[in-house]
């Protein structure tokens, strides 16, 4: 389930970063939690809408266009929650642009 967590938030990077955009990808290894990080160069996600992002069936007027259902960033939130984890989102990254996604996961013994 967590190797389609982290399908699903970079397939949202792609969708949403344009053409000659990046898309990165960042871990982290701490003593008792791995963190990972997904950051794009897109159009970012209003502040305004970060709280929404994560209900069932949300989508912004900016992804309306492109494919999908609304269902991808509810399945993230609960299976990094299953698992006892956290998501977070920041946006705009820089210049007023970019999302980065930020999963925490503790270790396991």
Excluded: C
Excluded at 31 to 58: C, F, R
Excluded at 70 to 86: I, R, S, Y
């Amino acid at each position: 389930m967590i190797s389609r967590v982290i399908a699903n938030l970079l397939d949202n990077a792609h969708k949403y970063t344009p053409s000659g955009g990046e898309v990165t990808i960042e871990t982290i290894n701490q003593t008792e939690n791995v963190i990972l990080k997904v950051t794009d160069t897109g159009p970012g996600i209003s502040p305004d809408e970060h709280a929404m992002i994560w209900q069932k069936l949300y989508r912004s007027d900016k992804s309306r266009s492109e494919y999908g259902m609304g269902l991808g960033l509810t399945f993230v939130k609960a299976v990094v929650e299953a698992h006892d984890g956290k998501v977070s989102v920041r946006s705009p990254v820089k210049d007023g642009h970019g999302t980065e996604f930020e999963v925490l996961l503790q270790k396991m013994s």
